[in-house]
């Protein structure tokens, strides 16, 4: 890993809402947006180096596929970066929105100077990335720290149908994390338009918004003895507007658990952290990745 660095200047921006007609509307409003921010900047291709582009996934980075995403509507086997270049004009490098925030975070935030460190983002989804002994954790398809879908709930009695008392995920899993915990899902299970909602009811006593809640501290619980039981890192980084938002509901039960839980050694060398670069972690990642792979470099997340 780069050992010093600052994090990027941010000179133009240009923000608009995901389409949900499909992979065609949602790359047009990516283009779009790309040539908005650069005309803003008075910048033409030939003076951007490269271009990155963040996605939820499961994708593969090298290829620039996007596989499939439970939570973008008609996004499947995409081939993003190559289409996404072709429009703009400049290379274009694509990742996991989670690999890029953890990209940033591990060179210029949280868990700068870690070799060992986990990226948990708990937001509209629940998601992460691995880095483990200085390199980031791909897998034999490069879809690996897809942490959100790591089951930690399970149907007890196996003559019931599977949906019955445990929610299903978008990714068509149940007992996901992020079936129990992700913003999208606490807010849909009570019925209210966002999660804070229900955190308020919680507050408040109402009964079944409390249940809620501790379903999903349960679970943000779960996945955090495990990610130290299981990969021991000397990080965890916790992301997201819910982490951000509801610290009390989400580092609190996962720092409890790690102490109460989990193996005393791995235990006593992780530090649960909230992130350090706010909601434009993934723009800085996503400059820092496109600097560092344009020129070569960037051996340890790829
Ligand atoms: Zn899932």
């Known amino acids: 890993m780069v050992a010093d660095d600052a994090i990027p200047s941010i000179i133009s921006r240009d923000e608009r809402t995901t389409p949900r007609e499909g992979a065609d509307s949602i790359i047009a409003a990516i283009v779009a947006s790309a040539r908005d921010a650069m005309s803003r900047a008075k910048l033409g291709p030939s003076d951007i180096l490269a271009a990155a582009c963040s996605s939820p996934g499961p994708l593969d980075h090298i290829t620039g596929v996007v596989h499939e995403t439970p939570n973008l509507v008609g996004f499947r086997d995409i081939r993003l970066a190559e289409r996404v270049a072709e429009a703009i004009g400049t290379k274009v490098f694509v990742d996991r929105d989670t690999c890029m925030a953890a990209i940033a975070e591990g060179l210029v935030g949280a868990a700068r100077g870690a070799k060992d460190f986990v990226y948990v983002t708990v937001s509209t989804g629940v998601g992460g990335a691995i880095v483990s002994g200085g390199r980031m954790i791909r897998g034999a398809t490069n879809t690996a720290?897809?942490?959100?879908?790591?089951?930690?709930?399970?149907?007890?009695?196996?003559?019931?149908?599977?949906?019955?008392?445990?929610?299903?995920?978008?990714?068509?899993?149940?007992?996901?994390?992020?079936?129990?915990?992700?913003?999208?899902?606490?807010?849909?299970?009570?019925?209210?338009?966002?999660?804070?909602?229900?955190?308020?009811?919680?507050?408040?006593?109402?009964?079944?918004?409390?249940?809620?809640?501790?379903?999903?501290?349960?679970?943000?619980?779960?996945?955090?003895?495990?990610?130290?039981?299981?990969?021991?890192?000397?990080?965890?980084?916790?992301g997201g507007s819910v982490a951000a938002h509801q610290p009390g509901h989400v580092l609190a039960p996962m720092h409890r658990a790690i102490t109460e839980r989990a193996f005393k050694a791995p235990a006593a060398a992780v530090r649960l952290v909230p992130a350090a670069l706010g909601a434009d972690v993934g723009m800085h990642g996503a400059v820092l990745e496109a600097r560092e792979r344009a020129a070569g470099r960037g051996d340890w997340f790829l």
């Open 145 to 238: 720290g897809e942490i959100g879908h790591w089951p930690v709930g399970f149907q007890p009695d196996p003559t019931q149908s599977a949906d019955a008392d445990i929610p299903r995920c978008g990714c068509g899993g149940y007992g996901c994390v992020e079936a129990f915990a992700a913003g999208s899902k606490i807010a849909e299970h009570y019925g209210a338009q966002s999660a804070s909602d229900v955190y308020a009811a919680a507050e408040r006593g109402d009964a079944r918004a409390r249940g809620i809640v501790i379903r999903a501290e349960r679970a943000l619980a779960n996945l955090a003895v495990g990610l130290v039981n299981a990969i021991n890192p000397s990080v965890i980084v916790v």
